[in-house]
């Protein structure tokens, strides 16, 4: 069984920054796919960025509305996940989910907020 926990969610000015953490238990997180989702009340859940394993890092997509602001990226040793969040957007504000993929069995975080105000 894995636990996917996520942090490093708060309250950031527009044009601001963070970095989101989602560490992993009970695996050596060597998950097929870990992705970010993300979701405001009343709205279906939607794909912020994904990463597949692969022996060169692995390929990354992005929605629209993220590229070239937020990065992904994982660290196998230290069993993680990450999302690089630049110039945040009010747009931006919402609950983020990690998600992991291992074959056929999808975990998912509990979330984290991300509200992005003046």
């Known amino acids: 069984q894995v636990q996917l926990v996520e942090s490093g969610g708060g309250l950031v000015q527009p044009g601001g920054s963070l970095r989101l953490s989602c560490a992993a238990s009970?695996?050596?997180?060597?998950?097929?796919?870990v992705a970010w989702y993300r979701q405001v009340a009343g709205k279906q859940r939607e794909l912020v960025a994904a990463l597949s394993s692969g022996t060169s890092g692995g390929t990354s997509n992005y929605a629209d509305s993220v590229k070239g602001r937020f990065t992904i990226s994982r660290d196998n040793a230290q069993n993680t996940v990450y999302l690089q969040m630049n110039n945040l957007k009010p747009e931006d504000t919402a609950v983020y989910y990690c998600k992991a993929v291992f074959g056929f069995t999808t975990y998912w975080g509990q979330g984290t907020q991300v509200t992005v105000s003046s």
């Open positions: 009970g695996s050596n997180f060597r998950a097929d796919i």
